[in-house]
């Protein structure tokens, strides 16, 4: 099973970075995330699939895509969900939305969960986390944990020591790869990393920023502290062309470009 999450890591992380698309917003956030034509899921993965490293899909969306992305991206699972619609305290909860079988048999290269440290519901989530990862590590997959540090204790869950915590917990967790919040400067994020002790670090997309430019200036902020790349979701699909966005936000990630270059691409 280690050669396998070896052999899968490496296929997610062609040149040790990576360029993730999350697309599993119509649950989270619900279909007002999407407009014009991007509400059908199709319009936006067939732009995508050939300029991004994975994709990461609830199991039900890859499922009706397949036609789309298999043989052409690596996949990867989200196996944790909840929708807004659920009362606000009830939001610090994912729950179970598919079982490592599933996301065996849809040839994924790798499991994704959510944990939310530092909510009311951190025992519930760990149990998931684990339930998840026990089953995982019989089939060689890699754990991606979405380790979200959420709850009425912290006040602010960009700070750097609240996200440094959350990467603790994440690699003492077991996670082989771990998405976070950007932390504001390169010099906190470089804290963020060193954190990680080596476990891959990604960060997290965030709500659309005001231009691709100042998307890409977070992007290579996170490249030049260290971390190993994005895992993008609304700068991509909200970006008026989705495929440029993408195209430069890869360029960033494995070419190291500058903004300025990349947002030409
Ligand atoms: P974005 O790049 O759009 O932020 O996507 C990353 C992600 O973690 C998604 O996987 C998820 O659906 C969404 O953000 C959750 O956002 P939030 O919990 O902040 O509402």
Not at 22 to 51: Q, Y
Not at 168 to 191: C, N, P, Q, V
Not at 240 to 257: D, Q, T, W
Request: net charge neutral; hydrophobic share 40%; aromatic share 8%.
């Amino acid at each position: 099973a280690a050669v396998g999450k070896k052999i899968r890591l490496g296929r997610l992380l062609p040149d040790g970075k990576s360029l993730i698309f999350a697309f599993d917003h119509g649950v989270e956030h619900g279909p007002s995330d999407f407009s014009g034509e991007t509400i059908n899921p199709r319009k936006i993965l067939e732009k995508i699939v050939d300029v991004v490293d994975a994709i990461m899909l609830l199991p039900g969306m890859a499922n009706i895509t397949s036609d789309v992305w298999a043989g052409k991206v690596p996949l990867i699972v989200k196996v944790t969900s909840k929708t807004s619609l659920r009362p606000e305290d009830a939001r610090l909860l994912q729950s179970p939305f598919g079982w490592v079988e599933d996301v065996v048999a849809l040839g994924a290269e790798a499991v994704a969960a959510t944990v939310y440290w530092g909510s009311h519901y951190e025992d519930s989530m760990l149990k998931q986390w684990f339930t998840v990862k026990r089953e995982a590590e019989k089939y060689g997959l890699p754990c991606l944990q979405l380790s979200y540090p959420r709850g009425p204790a912290i006040k602010n869950m960009y700070d750097v020591e609240v996200v440094r915590y959350g990467v603790r917990a994440a690699i003492e967790s077991g996670a082989d790869l771990i998405k976070t919040y950007y932390t504001g400067s390169t010099e906190t994020f470089r804290e963020v990393v060193k954190t990680a002790a080596g476990i891959p670090v990604l960060m997290s997309g965030g709500a659309k920023a005001k231009t691709l430019l100042d998307f890409l200036h977070v992007v290579k902020s996170v490249m030049d502290a260290g971390g190993q790349g994005v895992v993008v979701g609304r700068n991509i699909f909200q970006h008026e062309n989705p495929k440029g966005a993408a195209k430069a936000i890869s360029a960033v990630v494995h070419e190291g470009l500058d903004p300025e270059e990349a947002v030409k691409k």
